[in-house]
């Protein structure tokens, strides 16, 4: 899924904000906003001094075995702020 960040203030829109492709209306939308408001391709994809595309992280096979070797152990309460937690750790390790 294509990811574009604002890189400076628009009226009513804040530098940072993220852009996500929705394949279904072919267009993109603010991520988290619940309203519809939708924004062409060429609007965000165009204009390389206002928008950054953000690059998904490739995990190969064997980055995923590892990880995966170290959340084998994390269950119960609070999981998932541990689950977060050795996830943060591990992108910072890459």
């Known amino acids: 899924m294509k990811k574009y960040r604002l890189l400076k203030d628009l009226p009513g829109i804040l530098?940072?904000?993220?852009?996500?492709?929705n394949v279904s209306d072919d267009n993109y939308q603010i991520q988290g906003c619940?309203?519809?408001h939708q924004y062409e391709l060429d609007y965000i994809e165009s204009f390389p001094?206002?928008?950054?595309?953000?690059?998904?992280a490739k995990f190969t096979?064997?980055?995923m075995i590892?990880?995966?070797?170290?959340?084998?152990?994390v269950s119960g309460k609070n999981s998932d702020i541990l689950m977060s937690n050795l996830f943060n750790e591990w992108m910072q390790i890459k």
């Open 34 to 36: 619940l309203s519809k």
């Open 15 to 21: 530098a940072g904000t993220t852009f996500i492709y």
């Open 61 to 63: 096979e064997q980055d």
């Open 66 to 73: 590892c990880f995966g070797e170290r959340i084998r152990c």
């Open 49 to 56: 001094d206002w928008f950054e595309e953000i690059q998904e």
